[in-house]
């Protein structure tokens, strides 16, 4: 896989670009690469939001049934949690309510309690 990405070329914040899934159980991996928090006054929201339009896209072009997203950004990239939580599952609420693509399954993947409590509050809101 590390091979394939070298191919990519790249992909800038806020994109998508596809892999086979190698040795993984999918067939492919969307990669994608959040922003920088910087304070939120630099476009992070936005850029943000298009990590998961663009990756829905690029799932539903390729005929995928399922999906599953960290919370992009929110490690070392530094974006607060809870916003990126909330953000997130606007963007795809919004996205997946005007789509026309079956994807079957959308998974939203916490690696730790905040992160699931977060993404809860956001799922009850």
């Keep these: 896989m590390l091979e394939a990405c070298r191919r990519l070329g790249g992909c800038p914040t806020g994109e998508a670009r596809l892999t086979e899934g190698y040795l993984l159980p999918a067939r492919y991996v969307i ?39 960290p919370a992009i950004s929110c490690g070392v990239y530094g974006y607060p949690l809870e916003a990126a939580c909330a953000l997130a599952v606007t963007t795809l609420r919004h996205w997946l309510s005007g789509c026309d693509h079956p994807l079957l399954e959308v998974r939203l993947v916490a690696f730790d309690a905040l992160a699931l409590r977060a993404y809860q509050r956001a799922l009850e809101a």
């Design 31 to 69: 990669h994608t690469v959040g922003p920088v928090w910087q304070g939120g006054d630099c476009g992070e929201p936005a850029l943000l939001a298009a990590c998961y339009r663009n990756s829905l896209a690029l799932a539903a072009r390729q005929g995928v049934a399922s999906i599953a997203f």
